[in-house]
């Protein structure tokens, strides 16, 4: 469990009352007597420290691959709205000399925030640089809920994302993977905020800006000149000089990290080495099997990232579980006892949302791709009861994202998806081309530059260099060696006739779900029926659903007995034994065991080995019931792991989501065969 998850979305929010307007407008902290940016020009100021400083415009004119900052202190954004503002002028100048394909660079900011501002707030602080207006409105758009740990917003059209974290920046810092190619150390100054400039930021800094490759080393920039600052930086192994500083300042600090500088390093791998995601490929080429919800979302971020994606499935796209008519677009949250449960999806459900208006436009009552009615999750136990009271004491959200209702708990912003639509929409992207085919076999070929080879029931064959497997439980059949604790769940839908349906505003869930009408009828279900295979409707399952009416009032039990089935669905989700999907490298598994095998004396004796992870092969699958949440943000995980970016989520979810997690833990378990060691 991360020291993030933690922290109550109270904790996070108090802090905004600690704030005060200058008669010029300029928002200063009370809390440490400091404004947020320069008095005299803090747009010049960002530009002059930061960017002249980290000499950014210089290293995007030919970088390739993505560019990652990681800042201390969002403030107001204007660091991240001024860098924002000049990666666009830099790309605009390599778009006239290079093709897209030619260029690649993509910039991935990471900012952490203990004490964040409200959107009203930034609205109003941001006022003051009218030439950022455009800028500043893209990013209150997305601006999330002031809830603690990770939250992940994108601008893929114009390549740049945005990981916000609210938390401690000590904290933060123990959360992220890496890489970092520029350091931003804004943040109150050392004398007025000794929290934050201690040793222990300096050995994280440390700790993230080892890269293993040349050329692409981490730089730094801060306004201060601090003395402690310096002998920091210095001791973390940077090289640092005392520019002039801006507006009369005297000095500032600026270096490039040098491992020869600092004490002796370990290596670069973190103590659980399966963190380390491969290094990226040559190839910009990428195929994805599998046209569901998870392979759909894949395709489409490695599209926006400047893949050429080829998306393969033998019945077509979104025609087994993600082609049913309607499904529920919000979480059920687990309480304490699952706090990274938790994490990921509250992450995953902001990000969900902001995928489906991207893609299907807002969710207005005549949109037929979704619709954004609200859902309502009742309290329909008191055990259910209990487990929503535990986790809104415990999380504390903004009414704005769940409002606690006598009946259960309201989430405003979400409501239903037709995911054949979602699917449809989704690949829709020049990047991606869609071929229907049935893959039989992926064999390796012991090649370098296209490690794979994909066998089709017509007879053709091709080679790949990376390969996505997406195909929820099927993947076991497909890849035989491949350790995938997965099993399927058959879930059958029932229609009913709308005729004379009790008005319904919102989805409904409890044991099932039913959204409201469209076509005349309504969507109710899905049944849960472990290691069956029948892909027949049965009357049975019909009635099991029925009977799951009476949970959402005597009314709707009512309508069990008089209105029609008129039809129903069978499909199958994929789960895994902790019901957190799986995204990322594939183990080697037996030459992984073995090098692993002290897990199984000692779990806490990591073996600082570099883990044989099998190359240009992932998986996205296991989601369950909950794909249409869970999917966009296990895509952005994904091409974080193919193309190298810092990972968007913290390093305690990446760690429970890679596939590998459950070799881990059947080896440290000794559940592992014995043979696999040999």
């Known amino acids: 469990m991360s020291e993030i ?81 000049a990666f666009q002028q830099s790309n605009r100048q390599r778009s006239q000399q290079e093709s897209a394909e030619e260029n690649d660079l993509w910039l991935h900011f990471t900012s952490i925030e203990k004490y964040p501002l409200s959107k009203e707030q930034l609205t109003q602080a941001l006022a003051l640089w009218p030439e950022l207006a455009d800028l500043t409105q893209t990013l209150l758009e997305q601006y999330p809920h002031l809830t603690a740990g990770f ?11 945005l990981t916000l974290i609210f938390a401690d920046v000590h904290d933060a810092l123990k959360e992220l993977t890496g890489p970092v190619h520029a350091w931003y150390l804004d943040g109150f100054s050392p004398a ?73 390093q370990p290596p ?17 080429e990428v195929t994805v099997i599998g046209a569901g919800l998870a392979g759909c979302h894949s395709a489409r971020s490695l599209a926006e990232a400047g893949f050429k994606v080829t998306l393969i499935d033998a019945l077509g796209i979104a025609q087994c579980a993600s082609g049913n008519p309607q ?29 489906v208006k991207a893609q299907l436009g807002d969710g207005d009552e005549q949109n037929l791709g979704w619709q954004s009615c609200g859902v309502m999750q009742l309290a329909s136990s008191e055990k259910e009861a209990a487990r929503q009271a535990q986790f809104i004491a415990i999380r504390q959200p903004p009414s704005a994202l769940i409002e606690v209702r006598d009946s259960g708990l309201f989430y405003p912003q979400a409501g239903w998806v037709a995911p054949a639509r979602l699917c449809e929409a989704l690949v829709q992207h020049p990047n991606i081309r869609f071929e229907q085919a049935e893959l039989t076999s992926l064999n390796p070929t012991g090649r370098d530059d296209a490690p794979w080879q994909l066998c089709f029931a017509s007879g053709e064959q091709r080679s790949a260099s990376t390969v996505v497997i997406a195909t929820a439980w099927q993947a076991k059949e497909l890849l035989t060696d491949a350790y995938l604790p997965v099993k399927n769940i058959r879930g059958q839908l029932t229609y009913l006739d709308a005729t004379s349906a009790p008005a319904m505003p919102h989805v409904l869930c ?21 290691n069956d295979s029948n892909t027949e409707l049965r009357d049975s399952d019909h009635q099991t659903n029925l009977d799951h009416l009476k949970e959402f009032g005597d009314e709707w039990q009512l309508m069990a007995t008089h209105n029609k089935i008129v039809g129903g669905r069978v499909g199958f989700r994929c789960t895994t034994p902790d019901y957190l999907p799986m995204v990322g490298p594939l183990a080697d598994t037996r030459p992984f065991a073995k090098a692993f095998k002290q897990l199984s ?29 869970s999917a966009p943000l296990c895509a952005e995980i994904l091409t974080d792991l193919i193309t190298g970016r810092s990972s968007c989520v913290s390093r305690t979810i990446l760690e429970a989501v890679l596939p590998v997690r459950f070799l881990v833990r059947d080896i440290a378990r000794r559940k592992v065969p014995n043979d696999h060691y040999d």
């Open 5 to 85: 998850s933690n922290a109550s979305e109270a904790s996070v929010n108090t802090a905004n009352l600690a704030l005060k307007w200058s008669e010029a407008g300029l928002p200063v902290s009370t809390q440490f007597n400091d404004p947020y940016f320069s008095l005299k020009n803090g747009l010049a100021e960002t530009d002059y420290v930061f960017i002249q400083h980290n000499q950014l415009r210089e290293r995007w004119a030919t970088w390739q691959g993505p560019f990652c900052v990681i800042e201390t202190g969002f403030g107001t954004g204007l660091n991240f709205l001024a860098t924002w503002r």
């Open 151 to 161: 939250h992940h917003l994108r601008w893929p059209e114009q390549r740049i994302s």
């Open 192 to 264: 007025k905020n000794p929290e934050m400039w201690t040793d222990e930021l300096y050995q994280q800094m440390r700790h993230l800006s080892r890269n293993p490759h040349p050329g692409k080393e981490a730089s730094v920039a801060t306004f201060t000149a601090a003395s402690q600052v310096r002998r920091g930086l210095q001791g973390a192994g940077f090289k640092v000089h005392n520019p002039e500083g801006f507006g009369g300042k005297r000095h500032m600090l600026a270096g490039v990290y040098h491992a020869q500088c600092g004490p002796e």
């Open 268 to 284: 670069y791998f973190q103590q659980e080495p399966w963190l380390i995601a491969p290094n990226p490929r040559g190839s910009r």
């Open 327 to 355: 499904g529920g677009l919000y979480v059920k949250l687990a309480a304490d006892d699952k706090a990274t449960h938790t994490d990921f999806y509250l992450e995953a459900y902001e990000l969900a949302l902001c995928s």
């Open 510 to 530: 409890a044991n099932s779900y039913m959204a409201p009408p469209i076509a005349g009828q309504l969507c109710l279900g899905a049944t849960y029926n472990l």
């Open 601 to 629: 004396k000692n779990s806490k004796q990591i073996p600082q080995v570099e883990a044989p992870l099998i190359p240009g092969l992932f998986v996205n699958i296991g989601h369950g019931s909950r794909g249409l949440v």
